[in-house]
């Protein structure tokens, strides 16, 4: 797909700015040491994103923002950045096929790519663990169900409610991250007068 030289442009604000989020906001999260700041972030990221993809409405379009993120966060404080940037990667290839699937912006497909991306974040541990740091799969499953039992009380003994209550939280946030991008979003496109391309 090819980009006028406006759209190149208009993908790098977007890309710079989920950039910036993962430079500043990821900062703070792991300073904090707060948690599911990765699916927070990934939110904020993919909503920005598909914004993103509301402005330049073509194939390929979310990808680029997300690589432009991803580089940015190379120059984030501190050395652990390789997982956040496959993940910024991964984030950005899912919000690209959601969108893609649905063929054109819309709030379905919105809140879709972030329940998506929200949803990858709870995977990538056992792909990134395993494969870029060596990680053992069990220290990553009982990371997880650690999670579970902080944030809801529920006994590790029931990993199956563990999971299916991260699983519920990271769809439900996913997807009121993308409701809320395609609010801000079509409210942006009108105040800069921007021609009505969704539907």
Avoid: C
């Amino acid at each position: 797909m090819k980009f006028t030289t406006r759209e190149l442009v208009t993908m790098a604000v977007f890309g710079a700015l989920w950039g910036l989020v993962e430079i500043s906001l990821g900062s703070v999260f792991h300073a904090l040491d707060l948690p599911l700041s990765g699916m927070a972030l990934a939110i904020v990221g993919v909503m920005v994103a598909s914004i993103g993809r509301l402005f330049v409405p073509k194939r390929g379009s979310t990808i680029f923002i997300g690589i432009i993120a991803m580089v940015l966060k190379l120059f984030s404080i501190g050395s652990a950045v390789v997982g956040p940037m496959v993940g910024i990667l991964a984030e950005a290839l899912i919000a690209e096929l959601v969108l893609d699937g649905f063929g054109k912006p819309s709030l379905p497909a919105f809140m879709s790519a972030g329940a998506g991306a929200a949803l990858w974040t709870l995977v990538q541990p056992f792909v990134t663990g395993v494969l870029l740091f060596g990680r053992n799969l069990l220290v990553i499953w009982m990371d997880l169900l650690d999670v579970g039992t902080r944030l809801f009380g529920i006994p590790y003994q029931a990993a199956f409610w563990i999971v299916l209550t991260l699983l519920t939280v990271h769809l439900i946030f996913g997807a009121l991250g993308g409701w809320l991008g395609w609010r801000l979003g079509l409210v942006l496109k009108t105040r800069l007068a921007v021609p009505a391309s969704v539907g």
